[in-house]
């Protein structure tokens, strides 16, 4: 258990609606990272989070947004849902920013399925 | 950041020592060299990091080449559990948190 929670576990949805996927950092973390994992991508870096700043961005569609939270947690929003975005999303914390180790803790992931 | 190649696949015998290279041939003088472990489909697990010395911790030891355009990752006492896909990845440390997975190995370890 890395102290990272996701929510949901599972998500079925229709092309085109609208989802939220929620993560809770490790106790005292201050960077929050988003990464989608599918089987023709891979696991990429969607965007970082640190202490409630964009910090970084990657391969992020204009479809999804994020944003951490006063209590550090963060919410990953997937609009416009497309086949496509069917895929495994996982949060990570670690406890800062620009450090050598800065070692990222996953959570579980959302598996979400677009129909 | 530095491209990564990783063999597709690797077996292991249970008790024996597995190895598994990464190459970097363009890895610059300010990145480090991480790896990352993934069982199933849980989240990535880090597993050790270096900048060229060798490395070693609770869960493998890092053996980075001289002129860093490679580096080996050993698991001593390979067993069942870890089983996984393996990912190296290189970074410049203080510039980026981010993590750049390539498609990694996947080393199956049998009894």
């Known amino acids: 258990d890395s102290g990272v929670t996701q929510t949901p576990k599972h998500l079925i949805t229709a092309t085109g609606q609208r989802v939220t996927l929620r993560c809770s950092p490790r106790?005292?973390?201050?960077?929050v990272y988003w990464y989608q994992q599918s089987l023709d991508q891979g696991l990429q870096f969607l965007i970082q989070y640190y202490n409630g700043e964009e910090r970084a961005k990657g391969n992020i569609l204009e479809r999804f947004s994020a944003q951490q939270f006063p209590d550090l947690h963060s919410e990953l929003n997937l609009s416009s849902l497309e086949l496509g975005d069917s895929a495994l999303y996982f949060c990570?914390?670690?406890?800062?920013?620009?450090?050598?180790?800065?070692?990222?803790?996953f959570g579980p992931g959302t598996r979400l399925t677009v129909l | 950041d530095a491209k990564t190649t990783q063999p597709t696949s690797m077996d292991c015998a249970e008790g024996r020592a597995a190895n598994l290279p990464c190459n970097h041939s363009?890895?610059?003088?300010?990145?480090?060299v991480y790896w990352y472990r993934q069982i199933h489909s849980q989240g990535p697990q880090y597993i050790i990091h270096g900048l060229k010395n060798n490395e070693t911790n609770e869960m493998a030891s890092l053996i980075i080449t001289e002129d860093r355009k490679s580096s080996t990752l050993i698991l001593p006492h390979a067993t069942l559990r870890d089983t996984a896909v393996y990912y190296c990845i290189v970074r410049v440390a203080y510039n980026t948190d981010k993590l750049i997975f390539g498609t990694g190995t996947r080393l199956q370890v049998f009894p």
């Open positions: 363009t890895i610059s003088g300010n990145e480090y």
């Open positions: 106790s005292g973390d201050l960077s």
């Open positions: 990570a914390s670690s406890p800062t920013t620009g450090e050598v180790k800065n070692e990222q803790f």
